[in-house]
């Protein structure tokens, strides 16, 4: 069993990204300029979106945050979203989900900017990526793409089952790997909470991602030898015996499928720091989009 180690790969990328930079900056090119809506103050968002400043500054990127208050509008946010659309200086930006109940998702962000959504939450971008055009992918799918390919994992023909349809992963997941292309050509199975028999099509399985976000849902009796798995589920579970009081748990009971498992991510360390690096080189892909354009 090998561990498919998502903080090692995404440390890589960010060396590359960074000496991307430099080059940049040696040229006296501008600088990629990163900007994250936060509204509240959920505990994982802001984690999320620490992250993601803090990997900014790590590669050199310029970063803003713009933190509102929970009790923000619609139309406030919505306003926010036009200033960034509209200042040059910033190259793309990202919405953190999930916003509060008041809050219509989908009309957010679809105020943004095709040219600079970075999280490829468009529908333009959806679009784009449906029809094998250019666009920016989804921070996670295109994670787990890159971690599969550097680990040089065989998917052309292979049954992928992807567990979970929703709009942020399972879903382009889903359309991504049976696309013509590295990490893709695969066979793709999509199952979810009203599947029938979902053991028996795990069981079938040659690579399985699971997104689903229950913790350790996936157990090493609905798995195959020499499974390929990708956990992406990341869980707060109450845990006194932690200082913080909870503990990260993946959507698959680790102990158990990773004796079968020829590869499989670890949860914390698997796809999630994957997802921060990539949103990175989104953002470095619309800085140099914005030179060639304009
Ligand atoms: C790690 C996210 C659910 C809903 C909204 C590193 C992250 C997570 C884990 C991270 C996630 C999950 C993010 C690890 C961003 C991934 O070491 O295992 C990084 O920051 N993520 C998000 O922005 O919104 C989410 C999950």
Do not use: W
Request: net charge neutral; hydrophobic share 40%.
């Amino acid at each position: 069993m090998t561990i498919l180690d998502g903080k090692k790969i995404s440390s890589d990328i960010k060396n590359e990204i960074a000496d991307q930079v430099k080059i940049m900056k040696s040229k006296g090119e501008k600088v990629p300029h990163l900007a994250a809506v936060l509204v509240g103050t959920d505990g994982a968002s802001m984690t999320y979106v620490g992250a993601k400043v803090k990997a900014c500054e790590l590669v050199g990127f310029e970063s803003t945050l713009i933190d509102l208050p929970e009790k923000t509008t619609e139309d406030e946010l919505l306003n926010h979203i036009y200033k960034l659309n509209n200042d040059s200086g910033i190259d793309g930006f990202i919405v953190q989900l999930p916003l509060p109940k008041h809050i219509d998702d989908q009309k957010v962000l679809m105020a943004i900017d095709p040219d600079k959504d970075v999280d490829g939450f468009h529908p333009t971008n959806v679009g784009r990526m449906t029809l094998d055009l250019p666009t920016f992918l989804p921070a996670t799918p295109f994670g787990i793409l890159e971690l599969l390919e550097r680990y040089n994992i065989e998917t052309s023909g292979k049954n992928v089952v992807v567990m979970g349809r929703s709009h942020i992963v399972g879903r382009p997941m889903s359309i991504l790997m049976s696309q013509k292309r590295k990490a893709g050509n695969a066979t793709v199975t999509v199952v979810h909470s009203r599947t029938n028999n979902l053991a028996e099509i795990t069981r079938g399985a040659d690579i399985i991602v699971a997104a689903i976000g229950i913790s350790e849902f996936l157990k090493a009796d609905m798995v195959k030898d020499g499974v390929v798995v990708i956990d992406v589920g990341i869980t707060r579970v109450p845990d006194e015996t932690k200082t913080r009081g909870y503990r990260l748990a993946g959507d698959v009971e680790f102990e158990g499928v990773s004796k079968k498992a020829s590869f499989i991510t670890p949860v914390p360390g698997g796809v999630g720091p994957m997802t921060i690096a990539m949103l990175l080189k989104n953002t470095l892909l619309a800085r140099e989009r914005q030179n060639t354009a304009k």
